[in-house]
């Protein structure tokens, strides 16, 4: 008898995609080629990926690189959503910021991968959370000069960490505004700066007496570098977002010794662009000027700022006719008849 042939196995080989190459199809070719995204854009969306393959890459035992699409579902997404939240102390604001780039992508994978169909729109109904509508954080006087004074301007970074807050409060900066700004932007004679913010939308902004000093003083001690960005680290590389956060909470801890109160804030790069939008609105009152300062697109974005001014509301105060009091003289009840509705 001729012996049987081998049973062929049933079970179908899935063949997993990396997503590695995707995601640099996606950021290069797609979003900057294709979609002509801002520089902004393109690194806010680099670092939501970053945070949640690093993420994804501790939760599933892999390296970052050797992650695949299929592992990147609608149960880990909503669990790295989670982690911003309860572990990173993420606002609700950052969490749908995170979530709009990470959909960006997988609607760009609808018609590239229709074997994941199913999964991308199963990540794709994943809800943007509803978010308080918040006075804004910023720092007071008081509390901003003590933040502005930590540097020591004894040291090459202390001086090149005066500058950059400096700039930053002065300029109202966003943070990728600010580890953007190339030396070749600064016009010497003027004091201005030259900001590219969102939507490609430029800006010239003067600086302010001693954010100018600042700034001068660490361009003639920041030497030649290849680098074009005006902030650099000790080897010469761009400073980064990261580095930027991590110097200014450094600085904020050492503010907090002689101002206590910011003890009890969180200082973050955007808490700098709310204090220069406020510093402005009290010295000018005209919320345009704030808008033009800031570079928003509609005044309606810059609008938050007159709900968090106390002074708005001293000034309308002061303008408003209040109708009259109704005139009248309180007379007590007698003393006998209070006690006895008392024990009664």
């Not at 880990?76 to 609700?92: G, M, Y």
């Not at 978010?131 to 954080?137: A, F, G, K, N």
């Not at 009152?285 to 001293?314: C, F, M, N, Q």
């Not at 009091?325 to 008849?337: A, H, N, S």
Request: aromatic content about 6%; overall charge positive.
């Amino acid at each position: 008898m001729s012996p049987r042939p081998a049973k062929r196995s049933c079970r179908r080989e899935v063949r997993m995609t990396p997503i590695a190459p995707l995601i640099e199809t996606f950021l290069r070719d797609t979003l900057a080629r294709q979609r002509g995204a801002s520089w902004h854009t393109s690194d806010s969306y680099a670092s939501s990926f970053q945070l949640l393959f690093v993420f994804a890459a501790d939760r599933l035992k892999v390296k970052p690189s050797a992650l695949t699409l299929e592992q990147i579902d609608a149960g880990l997404v909503s669990a790295f959503l989670e982690h911003l939240e309860d572990e990173r102390k993420n606002a609700a604001v950052t969490r749908n910021v995170r979530l709009a780039a990470i959909k960006s992508f997988f609607r760009f994978l609808e018609y590239r991968q229709p074997a994941a169909l199913e999964q991308i729109r199963r990540l794709l109904a994943i809800p943007f959370k509803k978010t308080d509508t918040r006075l804004v954080p910023y720092l007071l006087r008081e509390e901003l000069q003590a933040v502005l004074d930590a540097p020591d301007p004894a040291t090459r970074d202390g001086i090149r960490d005066r500058a950059m807050l400096h700039v930053a409060v002065c300029a109202g900066l966003r943070v990728s505004e600010l580890t953007g700004l190339k030396v070749d932007d600064i016009d010497l004679p003027s004091m201005s700066i030259l900001v590219l913010g969102k939507g490609r939308r430029e800006r010239t902004l003067p600086l302010w007496k001693p954010a100018a000093a600042a700034l001068r003083a660490w361009l003639a001690i920041r030497g030649q570098v290849t680098t074009p960005e005006v902030f650099v680290n000790a080897r010469g590389e761009p400073l980064s977002r990261w580095g930027f956060a991590y110097l200014l909470r450094q600085h904020a801890a050492t503010a907090a010794r002689k101002q206590p109160g910011l003890a009890k804030k969180r200082v973050s790069p955007h808490v700098l662009r709310h204090t220069c939008a406020m510093v402005v609105l009290q010295a000018t009152g005209d919320i345009r000027k704030v808008s033009l300062w800031l570079g928003h697109a509609t005044l309606t974005t810059t609008e938050v700022y007159t709900r968090g001014d106390p002074t708005e509301k001293l000034d309308a105060m002061q303008a408003i006719v209040p109708p009259h009091l109704r005139r009248g003289v309180f007379q007590p009840t007698d003393k006998l008849i209070e006690l006895l509705r008392r024990t009664s």
